[in-house]
T-cell receptor, first 110, second 113 residues
């Protein structure tokens, strides 16, 4: 099956800093999504990307779908303590199956 | 805001026992899913369900697993004879007419002893 590689695996940043994480795949996905998971909770959809090159924002979050449809990045501006959590990229495979990356753990130092 | 609910939040069982994990998807949704997440690992797709039948399943979803929508509101995952390696968080998700916007429940933590 298709694999998604996320980097970095974890980050520890100062409150107020901008954050960037990315995700790559060896195969093409038609739809790319970014989720956040808080401890003990299910993943929550942050941003969905549908078109190659698409740049989409959701508040302090910005994500872009790579031109080749094999990569995406997520930026968080001016991080705050509640941004702590695990961020997953996911690709929508044929049909309705989501393939998740391994996640980026974000820790924010206040 | 409508949400997916799951019960129980934590299930402990002995190896070889049957377990049923329950989910109540968002009421007007048409697609239902089960995913699992082994501790510290990524979320993995198990199965999708539409129009009262399985539409897709992964290689993890073997004969020990089954899903059912016994009535108009519940969606269940049954594991017939649990193994130690079945210990994980199991997430239910649902979506309306688009599989993109899948809403996840809070999960059931299954511990097999």
């Amino acid at each position: 099956g298709q694999q998604l590689n996320q980097s970095p695996q974890s980050m520890f940043i100062q409150e107020g800093e901008d954050v960037s994480m990315n995700c790559t795949s060896s195969s093409i996905f038609n739809t790319w999504l970014w989720y956040k998971q808080d401890p003990g909770e299910g993943p929550v959809l942050l941003i969905a990307l549908y078109k190659a090159g698409e740049l989409t924002s959701n508040g302090r979050l910005t994500a872009q779908f790579g031109i080749t449809r094999k990569d995406s990045f997520l930026n968080i501006s001016a991080s705050i303590p509640s941004d702590v959590g695990i961020y997953f990229c996911a690709g929508l495979e044929y049909g309705n199956k989501l393939v998740f990356g391994a996640g980026t753990i974000l820790r924010v130092k206040s | 805001e409508p949400e997916v609910t799951q019960t129980p939040s934590h299930q402990v069982t002995q190896m070889g026992q049957e377990v049923i994990l329950r989910c109540v998807p968002i009421s007007n949704h048409l697609y239902f899913y089960w995913y699992r997440q082994i501790l510290g690992q990524k979320v993995e797709f198990l199965v999708s369900f539409y129009n009262n039948e399985i539409s897709e399943k992964s290689e993890i979803f073997d004969d020990q697993f089954s899903v059912e929508r016994p009535d108009g509101s519940n969606f269940t995952l049954k594991i017939r004879s649990t193994k130690l390696e079945d210990s994980a968080m199991y997430f239910c998700a649902s979506s309306d007419f688009s599989p993109v916007t899948q809403y996840f429940g809070p999960g059931t933590r299954l511990t097999v002893l």
